[in-house]
């Protein structure tokens, strides 16, 4: 809906594999992104304007131990190798609100989004970042979530025009919430599935001991709410839109 093409992605859960070869065909499964070789992945997809990247929230959600860079599903050094070699223009990363807290390792003063952004800068790219709700779309659940936007330091004369993203992404919620009233949307179930509970992936109260919707649920809790996800893609689109 945005116009953008997906090139490539790196996915390693089989049930999201499938779904991602099912609606992306012609993109490129790269597998476990902390094995990707950049440098010929790089000659093969030739420029890339934007990557995106939602790594484990596990090492620095306040649910966990909050390991940081000594867990090893901290996959946040390969999106930077992979941001390194790659050179785009942009970059979208999302997380748990938590990353802005979480210490770089345990016991340390400084937080990881403090190294995350020092590394960022070294690498020759400004950051921006908030945080989104999607209860800020009305949704029934909140589930906040950082949103992070890289933009390459080459584009810092453009940059000087951009309005705020804050405002940016406020006249966004507003448009959204707008939309949703005017088609009479609300929180919750839709009546339809409230009548017939099969319409769910799984009917509510019934064991059913299929394996699938055991990795759909799965799947669904890590999850990015497409609304949210907008906000950081509309914010490079605009960014884009000003050179």
Same mark, same amino acid.
């Given at each position: 809906?945005? !116009?953008?093409?997906?090139?490539? %992605? #790196? ?19 790269? !597998? ?35 390991? !940081? #860079?000594?867990?090893?599903?901290? %996959? ?15 970059? %979208? ?27 960022? =800068? ?15 779309? #009305?949704?029934?659940? %909140? ?6 936007? !890289? ?18 992404? *406020?006249? =966004? ?33 019934v064991k059913s001991g299929n394996g699938i919707i055991r990795k759909q649920r799965s799947? #669904? *809790? ?7 996800? *907008? ?13």
């Amino acid at each position: 809906q945005l !116009g953008l093409q997906l090139q490539a %992605c #790196a996915e390693i859960e089989p049930y999201c594999c499938d779904i991602l070869a099912k609606r992306y065909p012609k993109a490129y499964n790269l !597998g476990d992104i902390n094995e990707c070789q950049w440098d010929s992945i790089k000659s093969d997809l030739g420029d890339i304007d934007l990557i995106s990247a939602s790594p484990p929230c596990q090492p620095f959600s306040i649910q966990g131990k909050r390991q !940081g #860079a000594k867990d090893k599903r901290d %996959c946040i050094p390969a999106v930077q190798r992979a941001i390194a070699l790659i050179r785009p223009k942009y970059f %979208c990363i999302e997380n748990v609100t938590g990353l802005l807290s979480c210490p770089h390792v345990p016991g340390a003063d400084r937080p990881y989004f403090q190294f995350l952004l020092e590394k960022l =800068s070294q690498l020759g790219y400004d950051a921006e970042w908030l945080t989104v709700s999607s209860g800020h779309f #009305a949704a029934p659940f %909140c589930r906040e979530r950082l949103l992070l936007v !890289g933009i390459s330091q080459r584009l810092k004369p453009f940059r000087k025009r951009a309005a705020s993203w804050t405002l940016q992404a *406020g006249k =966004s919620v507003k448009e959204a919430r707008t939309a949703q009233e005017r088609r009479g949307i609300k929180p919750g179930y839709p009546l339809e599935v409230v009548r017939n509970p099969r319409n769910l992936a799984r009917p509510l109260g019934v064991k059913s001991g299929n394996g699938i919707i055991r990795k759909q649920r799965s799947a #669904a *809790g890590n999850l990015l709410d497409h609304r949210v996800a *907008g906000v950081a893609l509309r914010r490079v689109l605009y960014l884009e839109s000003l050179q």
